[in-house]
């Protein structure tokens, strides 16, 4: 149990277009999930914090306009890179939380984010 | 600023012997504690977790956990090329906040 998927795995996409980022919990459900972005090379970067239901918790210097953080249910949150830019280019990466038990994060495959 | 401290490496070791990352905390509170292993350019995948002090064992590795140390680590007996690979401590300081080390890289020469 306690797999996570991200679609799309990975994207490249114009400069100024907006990008998806879907994260589901597929086994379990989940009140929390994580969004973090990796650059080359680097430790992960915690993003945002998202429970169902509620807004997002974001990180200090992380965008809250620019990374729109929705967790619409317990098994879906989705991440929208709006107007992206080169600079955006990054790994990133969701984890889930089971919902009760345990603090364990559970990583998704990560997307590629590739802007031109 | 809780912090979680990792020596970045990288640790070398050769085929079949101990590798032995270590990772240290400064919130005293810390209660459950990880250890993640990324492949380069793959996410983290989730090795072991411990709550305990002492250690946990789970085939090939084990977690060692001091509390009074503020101290955590990580044994890979064995280690194989396989094992090659950057590993995460992870420390959960309670409430739904997980902070992340830098990770050590570890290489197993053939």
């Known amino acids: 149990g306690a797999v996570v998927s991200q679609h799309p795995s990975w994207v490249i996409c114009k400069s100024g277009t907006s990008v998806k980022i879907e994260c589901r919990s597929l086994d379990f459900q989940a009140t929390t999930m994580f969004w973090y972005r990796q650059f080359p090379k680097q430790s992960l970067m915690l993003m945002a914090t998202s429970n169902e239901g509620s807004k997002a918790t974001y990180e200090q210097g992380v965008e809250k306009d620019k990374f729109l953080i929705n967790h619409a249910s317990l098994t879906l949150s989705t991440l929208t890179v709006t107007s992206a830019h080169p600079e955006d280019s990054s790994f990133y990466i969701c984890s889930a939380r089971r919902e009760i038990g345990t603090d364990t994060q559970y990583f998704g495959p990560g997307t590629r984010l590739t802007v031109l | 600023q809780k912090e979680v401290e990792q020596n970045s490496g990288p640790l070398s070791v050769p085929e079949g012997a101990i590798a032995s990352l270590n990772c240290t905390y400064s919130d005293r509170g810390s209660q459950s504690f990880f250890w993640y292993r990324q492949y380069s350019g793959k996410s983290p995948e989730l090795i072991m977790f411990i709550y305990s002090n002492g250690d946990k064992e789970d085939g090939r590795f084990t977690a060692q956990l001091n509390k009074a140390s503020q101290y955590v680590s990580l044994l890979i007996r064995d280690s194989q090329p396989s094992d090659s690979a950057t590993y995460l401590c992870?420390?959960?300081?309670?409430?739904?906040?997980?902070?992340f080390g830098a990770g050590t890289r570890l290489f197993v020469k053939a």
């Open positions: 992870a420390v959960d300081t309670g409430g739904f906040k997980t902070i």
